[in-house]
Nanobody, 121 residues
């Protein structure tokens, strides 16, 4: 069982930056693909980014590519999402997720509680 806890959300002006962190429990963190998802009010949850267990492979949604960067520190059992050039449409609850399957699949086994990101115009 893996427990995930996000932090780093908040209120930022358009064009600003935030870095989200997700701390994971367990000794096998490096075995898991980690991802970030988000859900805006009235919308379905959408994929944002994913990173392989060793950190060598990353995937991004088209909407954040070039602005967001996912990274991980396996020694600290933590995955990060650096978000730059934030826009009001990035406003959402951001969720950290983990899975033991391939990075290309969309089903994740573990989820955090989420952290709110609000971008003002």
């Amino acid at each position: 069982q893996v427990q995930l806890r996000e932090s780093g959300g908040g209120l930022v002006q358009a064009g600003g930056s935030l870095r989200l962190s997700c701390a994971a429990s367990g000794r096998t963190f490096s075995h898991y693909v980690m991802g970030w998802f988000r859900q805006a009010p009235g919308k379905e949850r959408e994929f944002v980014a994913a990173i392989s267990g060793g950190g060598a492979v990353t995937h991004y949604s088209d909407s954040v590519k070039g602005r967001f960067t996912i990274s991980r520190d396996n020694a600290k059992n933590t995955v990060y999402l650096q978000m730059n050039s934030l826009q009001p449409e990035d406003t959402a609850v951001y969720y950290c997720a983990g899975k033991s399957g391939p990075i290309a699949t969309t089903v994740y086994d573990y989820w955090g509680q989420g952290t709110q990101v609000t971008v003002s115009s």
